[in-house]
Nanobody, 123 residues
Framework: VQLQASGGGLVQAGDSLRLSCTAS????????IGWFRQAPGKEREFVGG????????YYADSVKGRFTLSRGDAKNTVYLQMNSLKPEDTAVYYC?????????????????WGQGTQVTVSS
């Protein structure tokens, strides 16, 4: 599976962005997708995840109520809608995939990673 994360950019606090994670290769619909982010000087952290069916979603406390995950109709794209963005959301955002699993929050458990997309939120 090859993953491509896109949609990042420079926005102001309170604005919204929608990130996309698009997959090619094997059947993407059977993979659980996790989103992670890494700010300069910090460890990569879990943001949210969605199961292959889309029936289960899980979010980090820091983004709960502001970020929403969804799967596209074609099942090869996962979206991360980010609303009410804060300066502390500034980071490189990565999507990752793991087949046939519940949502996992641990970086090392994921098998495939995209290249990351930069999100910068100014105050």
């Amino acid at each position: 599976v090859q993953l491509q994360a896109s949609g990042g950019g420079l926005v102001q606090a309170g604005d919204s962005l929608r990130l996309s994670c698009t997959a090619s290769g094997r059947t993407f619909s059977s993979y659980t997708i996790g989103w992670f982010r890494q700010a300069p000087g910090k460890e990569r952290e879990f943001v949210g995840g969605i199961t292959w069916s889309g029936g289960s979603k899980y979010y980090a406390d820091s983004v709960k109520g502001r970020f929403t995950l969804s799967r596209g109709d074609a099942k090869n794209t996962v979206y991360l809608q980010m609303n009410s963005l804060k300066p502390e959301d500034t980071a490189v955002y990565y999507c990752a995939a793991k087949p046939y699993t519940m949502v996992i929050t641990t970086v090392r458990e994921y098998d495939y990673w995209g290249q990351g997309t930069q999100v910068t939120v100014s105050s």
